[in-house]
């Protein structure tokens, strides 16, 4: 989806619920469209833009988005940052799998053959589906490999 249509997707969808399509909101918005791994608040707050701009503030405005299916939150593994990424109502994808770090709680999108996505998918028709994926990420597997 380019941005075009992503704001007007996200004025629709705020509007629904008496909300505005703020520069705050726009900017995560674009932020996320940007990149295919989910991101945190504080990755958020250093992605540009947001200089000024309060932690809480942009907490506030992804609860927002959340809302109207345009983010959606990965919780972090054991008390690890959250994670945000498009939601449902922003991407054409019938289904999205991460992989949650067991070690150092970062979250990263998985790449599955269609196929298993779509075998997934069929047994939840309708709606989008999320897999997330707790294992040690490749970069922790190298180090301890290294370390050993
Ligand atoms: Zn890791």
């Keep these: 989806m380019n941005t075009t249509d ?3 997707l996200a004025i629709s969808r705020l509007a629904s619920v008496g909300q505005r399509y703020t520069t705050c909101r726009r900017r995560i918005m674009h932020i996320l469209t940007a990149t295919s791994d989910p991101m945190t608040i504080p990755l958020i707050l250093a992605s540009a833009g947001f200089g000024g701009l309060a932690q809480s503030s942009v907490y506030r405005n992804l609860a927002v988005l959340e809302r109207v299916g345009l983010v959606q939150q990965i ?4 008390g690890g940052h959250a994670y945000f990424t498009l939601g449902p109502a922003a991407t054409t994808s019938t289904g999205d799998a991460f992989l ?3 070690r150092c709680t970062t979250i990263t999108s998985l790449a599955l053959p269609a196929a298993t996505l779509e075998a997934i998918t069929a047994a939840a028709p309708g709606q989008v589906v999320t897999i997330s994926i707790d294992q040690v990420c490749p970069t922790c597997a190298t180090t301890e490999a290294a370390a050993s």
């Design 6 to 8: 992503l704001d007007a």
């Design 75 to 78: 919780p972090g593994h054991h």
């Design 100 to 102: 949650r770090c067991t």
